[in-house]
């Protein structure tokens, strides 16, 4: 991506103004992308201190090379980038290793989507609960590749070329990546229909 | 139109329509198609399961000391340079004026120092010599103090983030 591009990327702009010292810059790109870089890597991950430890290192990273940074792609690209790259490499060293016994002592820490009347009933919150554990076991289960995708695609609502920037794909593989992993989550989820 | 299901290049375009991403012409269509296609309804049947099961998936609320943390750790990076540059930035004024006169005064001391034929007018030890600043590192390094300083501001006028 060019000079032309990056001109459209605000986030870049901001970057090259940290690149200038622009300390002000780095606090807005923090700001504006804390909450989906967070909830990313703990989707990744599925632990929230984890979760946060990431993201912190994704900012520092960020930091740390705006003296080099060039605008050649979309800032998020870069970003998710970093992000998919240290949550891989988590999932990979093992310290998500008791995803399992987590996905059970997390549930008091997730929020509750609140029913009607604001006040769910026990048995309504655990049946929220029960299907909850079944999602996030459900994407917890796919490849990595195809988590980072599928989280990409359904919540940061990336394109497919830019998913595949970050993942360093072909769009064409990540269409195919994607329905993969769709049909996966369809099969494992498709009684909560 | 042909079954997407039958054909893999139009995968992505059930996957746009269950997302809704499709424009109004294409969603037109395979709504059409969809119509006389049990396959296809079932399959998106269950990708709409899919879609509400995951949009019901909320990740918790960032912690509200995590720009504390983070500015905490970038501080922490700043080069040394800081540290032996500080006593020489002005508590105010421009940013050009304390850059240029710290380089200036580093590199006449350099200079200075380097002359030919000037004997030691004081016997320094050779570990307590310093050498010549590069203006470049001075600025780098004042950039750098600059950056902290803001940072600082920002940590410290936000005591209690309620974000989220």
Known sequence: MGGAAAALDYDAELMLRVKDGDGASFG????????????????????????????????????????????TAKFTTWLFRIATHLA???????????????????????????????????EQR??????????????????????????MHKYEEMEYSQIARVLNCS??????????????????????? | MRCPLETPQSVPLLLAFVAHEL??????????HAAGCSA???????????????????????????????????????????????????????????????????????LWIGRPGAGPVLSVPASAQMEPLPPDQAQHALEEMDLMQQFSQMVHSDPADPRM
Not at chain 2, 24 to 32: F, V
Not at chain 2, 72 to 82: F, G, I, L
């Open chain 1, 28 to 71: 807005l790109l923090l700001e504006k992308h804390r909450t989906p870089v967070v909830h990313f890597l703990y989707r990744m991950v599925q632990n929230p201190a984890v979760a946060e430890e990431l993201a912190q290192e994704v900012f520092l990273r960020v930091y740390r090379s705006r003296t080099t940074y060039e605008p």
């Open chain 1, 171 to 193: 769009e064409s593989a990540i269409k195919s990546l994607l329905f993969r992993a769709y049909e996966t989550l369809r099969a494992r989820l498709a009684h909560m229909a």
């Open chain 1, 126 to 151: 655990m049946v929220y609960q029960a299907k909850l554990d079944e999602v996030r076991r459900a994407v917890g289960a796919l490849p990595d590749k195809q988590r980072a995708a599928v989280l």
């Open chain 2, 40 to 110: 296809c309804r079932e399959w998106m049947a269950g990708m709409g399961g899919v879609h509400r099961a995951l949009d019901a998936w909320e990740a918790p609320p960032v912690s509200a000391d995590f720009d504390r943390r983070l500015f905490a750790r970038v501080e922490k990076e700043v080069s040394w340079w800081d540290v032996v540059l500080r006593p020489f930035r002005p508590a105010t004024g421009s940013r050009a004026l304390p850059i240029a006169a710290a380089a200036g005064l580093l590199i006449a001391a350099g």
């Open chain 1, 88 to 122: 891989l490499n988590a999932l990979r060293d093992g310290k998500n290793e008791r995803l399992q016994e987590r996905l059970d002592d997390d549930s008091a820490e997730m929020p509750v989507r609140q029913v009607s009347d604001g006040r769910p009933s026990v």
């Open chain 2, 23 to 32: 424009d109004a012409p294409q969603t037109a269509a395979m709504a059409e």
